[in-house]
């Protein structure tokens, strides 16, 4: 009886903080801003161009602000499944420009700047493959290291997986485990503003046809924020008062696609309603949730947009700031 009630307790929480957006708030337009031909793992804005990773065959290519057309720039590796990379900005000892990669075999890689040398940086204790989640910590949290979660997505007979700090000279330094079903497809860090979660990292943990939002601090411990009727992949930060152009690319939200190998854009006037939130969106299903703090709890919005086909890939997304 104890565990019938837990359940319809969680049941219940869940409704409750998964919101539909009313009907003030607009649709949310997509429309296809580059068709690339590529089996899109994950997309990465330089600030001066846009970088696809393409799946399996680890190839990377540069396109300019436009999308289109695109040019080599860098190949990994061949390994099954998604690598993602993050490019460094040039503070805490990382090289500005420098690419860094996580494979499906728990390799990180630096890139140098202009894609000709490629250096294994590290290796993750890990023996089971991943999805490649990586980000930079810009909060602090993590002493502004390279942080990598392992995990395998996309499973309900998946469980967790680790999160790791690398410095710029390749030291590993676990911080902690995370014990949810499905794994970690990609990792943001949690704004300062991201209510009892702030500058945490946060996992979007796919198990298939359900996830979760989990987040872990500095110390290691984790708790699940949210949990999802589909399961979550991209994962970006929208930051607060953004819009317009940033005078190269436009601002905006680009989400990569495998199946139809199509890059997706959503303007940055089109996200305003949302400026702040975390935003998560679902592998197959398309969808997308703007997450905010609420109290000593946190809230889920589904934005209503025009994806609206039954079969998506979504993997990757890069948010351009204005």
Not at 27 to 38: D, M, Q, Y
Request: charged share 15%; hydrophobic share 40%; aromatic share 8%.
């Amino acid at each position: 009886m104890r565990f019938l009630k837990t359940m319809l307790c969680t049941l219940v929480l869940t409704a409750t903080i998964i919101t539909t957006a009313d009907a003030a708030s607009p649709v949310t337009r997509f429309s296809v801003f580059a068709r690339t031909g590529l089996r899109l793992a994950g997309i990465v804005w330089t600030g001066q161009r846009f970088l696809y990773i393409e799946n399996t065959t680890n190839r990377i290519v540069a396109a300019g602000p436009s999308g289109m057309p695109f040019t080599p720039f860098a190949k990994l590796p061949r390994q099954v499944e998604e690598t993602r990379c993050a490019v460094a900005t040039g503070s805490h000892g990382f090289v500005t420009g420098d690419l860094y990669c996580h494979t499906p075999e728990n390799e990180i890689y630096r890139i140098s700047a202009d894609g000709k040398t490629a250096t294994l940086l590290a290796t993750l204790p890990h023996v089971v493959r991943s999805d490649g989640a990586l980000i930079f910590d810009t909060v602090g949290g993590f002493g502004y290291t390279l942080i990598a979660a392992t995990g395998r997505s996309g499973g309900g007979t998946n469980r967790g997986g680790s999160v790791f700090a690398i410095n710029p000279t390749g030291q590993v330094r676990r911080i902690g485990g995370y014990d949810t079903i499905g794994g970690a497809d990609e990792i943001a860090i949690a704004p300062a503003s991201f209510g009892s979660a702030s500058g945490q990292v946060l996992l979007a943990v796919d198990a298939g046809k359900t996830g979760s939002l989990v987040a872990m601090d500095a110390h290691g411990r984790t708790r699940t924020l949210l949990s999802f009727p589909d399961g979550p992949n991209p994962i970006v930060v929208l930051p607060p008062g953004q819009a317009g152009s940033t005078g190269t690319a436009q601002a905006g939200l680009y989400v990569t696609d495998t199946l139809s190998r199509d890059v997706f854009f959503a303007p940055a006037a089109e996200l305003a309603p949302y400026a702040g939130s975390v935003l998560v969106g679902s592998e197959l299903g398309g969808f997308f949730w703007a997450v905010r703090p609420n109290g000593g709890g946190f809230t889920a919005t589904k934005l209503s947009t025009t994806l609206t086909s039954k079969h998506y890939n979504l993997e990757g997304a890069a948010y351009v700031a204005g």
